[in-house]
């Protein structure tokens, strides 16, 4: 073999007998092999030899994205046709030349256009939306995305004949087999054409009615603290006001003066009113003054400032982007800046207002002091709450730090605080020591909100003797829209509306046509497993949810935040079971599918022996994608099957197995039983009710179900034994882009050619690629041996002065070059920083003295001038310690020792401590040899 092919051949050893094929560097890709045979004979086989459950996986695969295109799509338009209704003219035939030769026939209607604007930008995509003054386009990239061209900015429109389907797509399955696998899929699909079937009814508004959005309005104003409210029927309640009691000693009281005197100033957008706006200006600040003396003497805490943790800060600010808080709150730039000021809650100047450790406390559990649920618990540990304080807290100036308070409790202006705190009747919203709650003391004092004058008060937006509140044109006319029905008496499904966007459920799931992710903060709703799709990283649905999930469970979703989605990084939040309890039955009550005939049988124990059967890989390969009993799948973490009969209802799974994409349009599960026709004609003889009862009967046993088959996969292992091996695949930490080594002598090592560093260094056995190779390429190498490093990212060498600021890209300045092989296939990397050639090379060795294996890298470098200013990174860690003059102990673990000719120095960074080496090329090449032994 040519030493310089990057392809090298491995020795598995695994529990089964297999063979390796390593092809040569010119061979043909995949989709050009299948193309050079013959279309009978592809059809033929796939038919033959196919098998469809396998397909019906693959179907699923991110790298495919069948299920992305051929997916429900936005408002019933998909980006690419329904394979579920295929038309009566297609053929076998016809389903393979589509996937070979997807330009060759492009169905009417699924055409893709190419717009040229007059500042030469080209956008191509399937036309979805145009009128005289618009043309929207949905382009073929990962979120499939809608874009808006205004007519006035086209230069010209064309037609394309190409397909946005990708013309070498089928190169992404392993080889033919998988490929005759797909087309047996397909064909069965074409062959059970799925019938239309009632889905969940469910409250669907295009958006939330101006009556019931005024219904909101008027819980979350507390109206009813003045007006009594004997005409509203809605179970939604009151939003109450801050319990004054924890307020006083976590909140600062300058800030707390002037939020008083001037609430609608201060914080744009609050709900609480300025109850003063008769006053004059002084009497308003002696007002504040006084009720600001009040409040603090509530409590014998005393407030206090803490500087910002930088590193802490940095931290939160990736939690506040991708728990759920941007969700409401406006997602925040690099300067701290809202970008979405205008359609989010408003936080305010809350670095004037907290201290960090109270504002801790507030993060950890809002409930305690803001019982209503508004502002949910989002199960924030200890040390998140930290970390997203400090983020909050560092937007008050460069320092990230402000003067101490130097506020003295005066007990006189304290006194007549009490009194003006009376007098103004804060105790109508607020509670606090000394004053009843407001729902069983402050009485309303004013007329019913049915005989409210709405031209003088409240709603006028006029100053007088009633509170102000900022009320936007929108929010006055929906509370007019809800006062002018007399009866204000709200159906089932109006309740569950108001609910859900009083404590803006909607901002995160859809139910019917009400919410949804909005396209601003889409971006922001993040994945731990991209392999899943939408489904991995969007909350799911709302609708039907009362027919889907058994009320004790949705109580547990409901009180405690029960989540069965550890991928999905947004949380489910807690708002207080007392807020949402309703819910339970009013999903229930206004959720119904058709019912459904549930098979009999006479013997439970062979039943469920046939759902153990169906579930594994002998029989629907279920277990291929799903979790079982916290073990993942070697393909997804896709729901674990263990407690899906305790959470699901069984009508509502019998619905689902039949047609997943009708009740769950984000799922890439796949249908087993296409237009109620069984893959598996040869189980239970392929009668589809008493398969999906075999499977349910399986999974009502819960954690005492049996195992099912290919769940233990035993693990694979590659050896280097006279030469080095190489696996380029995905590694964790790395990604796609990570090269593995294996050396004769067992030590290891990953390269990272993203980021162009050494990311990993082990001893002992190599690497396990099961986790690749048994799930279709989605997973991750796992390295076997022990004593494993973890290097940080970002590339090894770098400008000393500037260096690139790390995140997740490729350095802009770096660029991976290749490698080559030695005799013994061992590589020497290439890349290129700047101007700056590097040959980068690792070499097992034997120690003489000790016997013991190491690694000797040579790192040459080459610049067609002298430079220096260079800094390059030998390791890094938690701990760096030196050993001698050019010997440093890394974690306690591994130790790096340094040529004569450099020297190493330990530098801080936000995760630990980096070895790095000052470089300077004044002929080249310069040569860096560093020795890593365990």
Known sequence: ????????????????????????????????????????????????????????????????????????????????????????????????????????????????????????KVVTGRLMEQDADSVTLQVPSFELPRITINRDDIDTISPNIISPMPDNLMDQVKDRSQFLDLVRYLMELNETKRKDVAVAKSASHQSIRPELFGEVLIKEFNCAACHSDDAAQSQLTAKSAPLLSWSAGRISPEHLARFIADPLHVKPGT??????????????????????????????????????????????????????????????????????????????????????????????????????????????????ATDIANYLMSDHDEQGARSESSFDLNQSLAKAGKTRFDKLRCAACHSSPGHS?????????????????????????????????????????????ALDNPQRKLSTPDQVAVTLTAFRCVNCHQRGELG????????????????????????????????KLNPQWMRQVLASGRAIRPYVLTRMPQFGINNVAHLVDDFAETDQLPEVQYADFQDETEIKKVGTELVGTS?????????????????????????????????????????????????????????????????????????????????LDGRQARTPRGLINEP????????????????????????????????????????????????????????????????????LGDSLMNFAKGPDLDDAERPWQVDEQRPPDHHFGGYSLDEKMRPEFRYRFAEVDVHDRFVDTVDEASGQPYLRRVVSLTAKSARGGLAFRA???????????????????LTVQIDQDHDGKIAETTDGQQLTIPLAIEQSPTELTLEYRW
């Open 271 to 384: 709900t609480m009113p300025d109850v003063m706006r008769s006053l004059n200006d002084d009497e308003r600040q002696a007002a504040a003054t006084e009720i600001t003396h009040y409040l603090v003497s509530l409590s014998d805490r005393s407030f206090a400032t803490t500087p910002v943790d930088a590193a802490a800060a940095q931290r939160g600010g990736e939690l506040f982007h991708t728990v759920g808080c941007v969700a409401c709150h406006s997602p925040r730039d690099e300067s701290h800046v809202e970008t979405l000021a205008e359609s989010s809650v408003p936080l305010g100047p809350i670095a004037d207002k907290y201290s960090t450790s109270g504002l801790v406390e507030f993060l950890k559990d809002p409930l305690q002091s803001r019982p209503s649920g508004r502002m949910p618990q989002m199960k924030l540990t200890h040390w998140e």
């Open 716 to 783: 694979l292992e590659l050896l280097a034994t006279d030469e080095a091996v190489m696996l380029r695949r995905s590694y964790p930490g790395i990604g796609k882009r990570g090269i593995g080594v294996g050396y004769p002598l067992g030590v290891n090592i990953a390269f990272d050619a993203e980021q162009m560093r050494l990311a990993m260094i082990w001893k002992g056995k190599f690497a396990d690629p099961g986790g690749v190779w048994r799930s279709q390429g989605h997973g991750n190498v796992r390295p």
């Open 437 to 481: 709650s407001p729902s069983s003391g402050a009485k309303p004092t004013s007329l019913p909100l049915a005989e409210v004058n709405r031209n003088n008060g409240c709603l006028s937006g006029q100053s007088g003797p009633w509170p102000m509140f900022d009320l936007s044109p929108d929010q006055t006319a929906a509370i007019q829209s």
């Open 516 to 547: 949804g992710v909005s396209d601003e903060r889409n971006p922001h709703f993040q994945t731990a497993d991209p392999n899943l799709g939408p489904q991995g990283r969007i909350p799911p649905t709302l609708t039907g949810i009362g027919a």
């Open 875 to 893: 390791a890094s860690g938690k701990s760096i310690v030196q050993v001698d003059e050019r010997k440093f102990r890394v974690d306690d673990r």
């Open 619 to 699: 029989g629907l390969n279920c277990i291929v994608c799903h979790t079982f009993q916290l073990q993942k799948s070697a393909n997804m973490p896709a729901v674990d099957l263990t407690e899906m009969a305790e959470r699901l209802q069984k009508k509502w799974f019998y619905h689902y197995m039949r047609d997943p994409q009708r009740l769950s349009p984000n799922t890439i599960m796949p249908s087993f039983w296409p237009g109620g026709r069984s893959l598996r004609a040869d189980i239970l003889d392929g009668d589809t009710n008493l398969q999906i009862e075999a499977v349910w009967q399986y999974l």
């Open 1 to 120: 073999m040519n030493r310089f092919v990057s392809v090298t051949c491995i020795v598995i050893v695994m529990s089964a007998a297999g063979s390796v094929h390593c092809p040569s560097a010119n061979a043909q890709s995949l989709t050009q092999t299948l193309k050079s045979e013959s279309l009978d004979t592809l059809t033929r086989e796939a038919r033959e030899k196919g098998n469809a459950i396998r397909g019906a996986i693959l179907f699923t695969q991110q790298n495919l994205a069948c299920t992305k295109c051929h997916g429900p799509g936005v408002d019933g338009k998909r980006f690419a046709p329904d394979l579920t209704v295929m038309p009566d003219d297609v053929t076998d035939a016809h389903l393979v030349e589509s996937l070979l030769l997807p330009s060759k026939t492009i169905r009417k209607g699924y055409e893709s256009i190419t717009v040229l604007t007059n500042a030469g």
